[in-house]
């Protein structure tokens, strides 16, 4: 193996082990949620306890409504949009910026990833720059599990879309390294 192919090998190695760190540590900060949730539950439950009417509990429940949504929509959604985010712009700084346009569904976590940074993660029909982003987002997300597109023109993403989104840099990767090898 020609040095050439030594620097490009462990390049390749170098990055297919970051995206399995990626990987790995989305796994652990969603057991991480989980129990936070699951924690959360037990402790209403323990409180609820000790009110004597049903009515007492009800309201209890009410007040505690909101931090749980919080719990178990918001903050998984922050975590999956960040660690999105992380393995977007490794890879694309990895790349040198120069993954190119004809890697469609890298292109689509682009306009994803610009969606997430200057719209909050909400599809924008109304300003015209973005009004091509939001529809190509929302007919991709219609065909693809792991992400869609709630009621409020938001993108959701689940736990496998994160795995998916590395499957597919590391795929590029590959073919990458693979030409580069060729040369």
Same mark, same amino acid.
């Given at each position: ?21 990626? #990987? ?25 306890? /000790? ?111 994160? /795995? ?5 840099? /590391?795929?590029?990767?590959? #073919? ?5 090898? /060729?040369?």
């Amino acid at each position: 193996m020609n040095t050439d192919n030594k620097v490009i090998s462990l390049r390749q190695f170098f990055i297919e082990n970051t995206l399995a760190n990626f #990987n790995n540590y989305h796994n652990y900060l969603e057991e991480h949620s989980k129990r936070t949730l699951k924690d959360f539950e037990n402790k209403i439950e323990i409180e609820k306890s /000790k009110f004597k009417t049903e009515e007492e509990k009800e309201e209890f429940e009410e007040y505690c409504a909101d931090e749980y949504q919080r719990l178990r929509d918001e903050l998984p959604q922050i975590l999956r949009r960040s660690i999105f985010f992380s393995i977007y712009s490794f890879c694309k700084n990895e790349s040198h910026k120069q993954i190119p346009r004809n890697f469609e569904e890298i292109d689509i976590f682009r306009r994803i990833r610009n969606c997430i940074a200057h719209s909050d993660s909400m599809l924008d029909y109304k300003d015209s720059r973005n009004k091509g982003d939001a529809k190509i987002i929302k007919e991709y997300a219609i065909n693809k599990p792991g992400i869609s597109i709630n009621d409020r023109n938001e993108i959701i993403m689940e736990p496998a879309y994160i /795995k998916h989104v590395t499957n597919v840099f /590391k795929g590029y990767f590959i #073919n990458y390294f693979q030409n580069q090898k /060729k040369r």
